[in-house]
């Protein structure tokens, strides 16, 4: 039987490609290091465990409103006042099945076939891909190096047409983990108010932020962006939840309310234990979030310095999130091999480390490192990387 086309088109995540093929040789016994991860390795604090543990033993176990319990809603409106100082109704906000179900769920709301989707590149994997489902294009602009992999204003202007309906910003970004300051976000911001195109911005990683400079939301620059801004956020990074999958979005009522109708028709609900222990984690102390923070950065500056010590491997020191987005393009001609990719799949063959290759962001002279792994781990890592290209310097 013939599949249907938007799934024939689809392309296979190289993130979970590079883990798929990493757990496999451990299962054969060899001594993997992986590096693909996008998930914290702490475990969901305890607070949060036990609320789930008390939902359980209540009998919270039902079906829940489609968009989410409105204590959640309370929580997740109070926490957008008191981290952004912006204003949401329980209508303008939906709890989601993880920040990627907001995401998909908004492009099939928003997009009608051609409608055209501007994405910064490096990307998230999954941004194509969701728009491509919902039967939109998404058109790929290049953030250059140089820039700190951020796009300008003016190439924002460029790329947009007749068919444009929306942008996506994110900030602190996957995979390269930079940041946009206020003033860069007024700056595109403008754009799309000129242009009234809608501004996507997903702040999942808005938690993890390593230097002096604060986490900007753009919906809170002005009261125009704040209406033509939809946020996507969620407790996975922040909290250490990946696997409770619970995320929100938080817009205009009206977009919310059809990703209600849609989500009432594929999920029914998020579950609801995940409901109450994400509840837990808005209302309860962020001490472990500023402890997991704390740990991170220190991991960030050990693993940046050795890498950058290796020959043609250039790194831009990124600001958030959990990821370094080296060049090794150097490296990989200097070795002999034809492409960053067969660098990478040569590194894990060899050394056993696993990247993900960059080719899968939209950035093939780049790769992938998360350091969401022990100290230990990445220094042993980033010796196994120093000595592969040692042993393939020409």
Request: charged letters at 20%; proline letters at 5%.
């Amino acid at each position: 039987m013939e599949l249907a086309n938007r799934v024939q088109s689809l392309t296979p995540s190289s993130t979970l490609a590079i883990t798929a093929q990493a757990k496999a040789l451990k299962a054969e016994g060899h001594d993997v290091i992986g590096l693909g991860a996008g998930e914290p390795d702490f475990n969901t604090p305890a607070h949060i465990l036990d609320a789930a543990k008390r939902a359980m033993d209540e009998g919270l176990t039902k079906y829940t409103p489609a968009g989410g319990i409105p204590e959640l809603k309370n929580a997740i409106s109070a926490k957008l006042k008191r981290d952004q100082n912006l204003t949401y109704t329980n209508e303008q906000i939906i709890v989601t099945t993880g920040a990627k179900h907001a995401l998909f769920t908004l492009f099939q709301v928003l997009l009608n076939k051609g409608d055209e989707v501007i994405v910064p590149a490096p990307y998230w994997v999954s941004y194509p891909e969701q728009i491509k489902l919902a039967e939109g294009k998404p058109v790929i602009v290049t953030a250059d190096e140089s820039n700190n992999f951020k796009i300008t204003p003016e190439q924002l202007k460029a790329s947009i047409s007749e068919h444009t309906k929306a942008v996506v910003i994110n900030s602190p970004s996957n995979p390269t983990g930079m940041m946009y300051s206020e003033k860069e976000l007024q700056a595109l911001g403008q754009v799309c108010l000129d242009n009234d195109i809608l501004i996507i911005s997903d702040e999942i990683y808005e938690k993890l932020v390593y230097t002096s400079e604060e986490h900007i939301s753009i919906a809170q620059l002005s009261e125009e962006l704040y209406n033509q801004t939809v946020i996507i956020n969620g407790v996975s990074k922040s909290h250490s939840m990946t696997g409770w999958r619970i995320g929100f979005a938080a817009g205009n009522k009206t977009i919310i309310k059809a990703m209600s109708n849609m989500a009432s028709h594929s999920t029914s609900n998020p579950t609801s234990i995940a409901q109450y222990a994400a509840l837990a984690a808005y209302i309860g102390s962020d001490e472990d979030v500023t402890k997991m923070r704390e740990a991170f950065k220190e991991r960030l500056d050990v693993l940046y310095d050795k890498l950058t010590s290796i020959p043609g491997v250039e790194c831009v020191k990124p600001s958030g999130a959990f990821y370094l987005f080296p060049n090794v393009q150097k490296a990989a001609e200097s070795g002999g091999f034809s492409d960053v990719d067969e660098w990478v799949k040569a590194l894990l063959d060899q050394e056993k480390v696993a990247l993900v290759p960059g080719s899968g962001f939209g950035s093939p002279q780049n790769v992938r490192l998360s350091y969401a792994t022990s100290l230990d781990q990445l220094e042993k890592a980033a010796d196994r990387i120093k000595q592969f290209v040692n042993n393939h310097q020409s």
